[in-house]
């Protein structure tokens, strides 16, 4: 239960934090591709593309960002706490989990092209790369709880 790190019963406070920012962060991750392919789907310019633009910045502000802070600083806690930094398991989730927040930080890149009216991806490519977030979180999920190595 890794009740013996410096964290003690409060380990378990901030282990249901870390699980509950994960969520809000995935969420987005799932979101903003998603809302990318709505977008590439109306002519730069119009109320529509305004509208998108919005809904962008909004889920990068309240939800993405913070929760990766979070994320992070919670994970961080966590693994000064269970002392896990010579485990193989947790430098394949730390490996997957950088992973992720470049995901993160080219979502972001994304948006910004997006907003200057570029649309460098097809839609197809968009499609393909919403699957990133979905196999790294299964991956990382097995590695945390399973712990194969
Ligand atoms: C951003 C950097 C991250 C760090 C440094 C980190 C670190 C950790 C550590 C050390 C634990 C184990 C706590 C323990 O049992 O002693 C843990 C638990 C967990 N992490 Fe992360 N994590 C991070 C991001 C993520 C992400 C992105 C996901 C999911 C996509 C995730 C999912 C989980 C889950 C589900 C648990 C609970 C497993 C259990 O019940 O023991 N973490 N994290």
Redo the contacts with the bound molecule.
């Keep these: 239960?890794?009740l013996a790190?410096f964290l003690g019963v409060t380990?378990l406070w901030v282990?249901a934090a870390?699980?509950i920012f994960?969520i809000f962060?995935?969420a987005g991750l799932f979101m903003m591709p998603r809302f990318f392919v709505y977008h590439h789907q109306t002519p730069v310019g119009s109320d529509e593309d305004k509208k998108w633009i919005e809904r962008e910045d909004r889920l990068r502000k309240i939800i993405l960002n913070p929760s990766l802070v979070l994320?992070?600083v919670f994970?961080?806690m966590?693994?000064f706490?269970?002392d896990?930094w010579r485990e193989g398991w947790?430098h394949a989730?730390?490996l997957l989990?950088l992973l992720?927040?470049a995901y993160h930080g080219w979502l972001i890149g994304y948006f910004k092209k997006l907003k200057k009216g570029e649309r460098p991806l097809t839609e197809k490519r968009l499609r393909l790369l919403n699957e990133v977030p979905g196999i790294?979180?299964a991956i990382?999920?097995i590695l945390?709880?399973v712990r194969p190595f």
Excluded: C, E, Y
Aim: proline share 0%; glycine share 10%.
């Design positions: 239960m890794g790190g380990m282990k870390h699980v994960v962060l995935m994320v992070w994970g961080l966590l693994a706490n269970a896990v947790f989730k730390l989990v992720l927040s790294a979180a990382i999920v945390v709880i």
